[in-house]
């Protein structure tokens, strides 16, 4: 049971390069979210989905876009990176919205 | 509109007992979560309240009164490994609205 799991651990980017985020869980779980945090900030929601197939935006989501084909992953894609998001990516799963369980995180540069 | 207001920071020394404070308002209440983060790592869950009431769990208890909108983290016994920053956190429809979080450092 490994739990929630990102791929990759760290990247770096050039400004307008595309990537694609993984997250998968094996909890079964309907609810994934991807978030974003800054230093020495809270977590500020990206997008999320409470199913399969289906996505919706959360507080920041402009220059990200989703997919959750498979119950048990959650992809986040940047179009075209930019510096301002550079920042820490965190996956969470979960059974309930209330109760959710975070990935080791993704530590993304954008230079 | 959702918003919670916790302490930026709580400072305590080993074996000793810290509460962390949450208030939120919220347009519609589920109940009250709180998340643990060290340093450099991800979020855990640490406990829900939906009711009013304490519920323990081990050295860490967490309080809710829903009609003074307020809840608590009680630590208790506290260790070093204890300095992290700790979230609570509301349901909004299918999401959760974070605090800003509280960063508690434990000294010896």
Known sequence: ?111 | GQSLEQPSEVTAVEGAIVQINCTYQTSGFYGLSWYQQHDGGAPTFLSYNALDGLEETGRFSSFLSRSDSYGYLLLQELQMKDSASYFCAVRNTDKLIFGTGTRLQVFP
């Open chain 1, 1 to 111: 049971n490994a739990g929630v799991t990102q791929t990759p651990k760290f990247r770096v980017l050039k400004t307008g390069q595309s990537m694609t985020l993984l997250c998968a869980q094996d909890m079964n779980h309907e609810y994934m979210y991807w978030y974003r945090q800054d230093p020495g900030m809270g977590l500020r929601l990206i997008h999320y989905s409470v199913g399969e197939g289906t996505t919706a935006k959360g507080e920041v989501p402009d220059g990200y876009n989703v997919s959750r084909l498979k119950k048990q992953n959650f992809l986040l894609g940047l179009e075209s990176a930019a510096p301002s998001q550079t920042s820490v990516y965190f996956c969470a799963s979960g059974p309930r919205v209330d109760e959710q369980y975070f990935g080791p995180g993704t530590r993304l540069t954008v230079t």
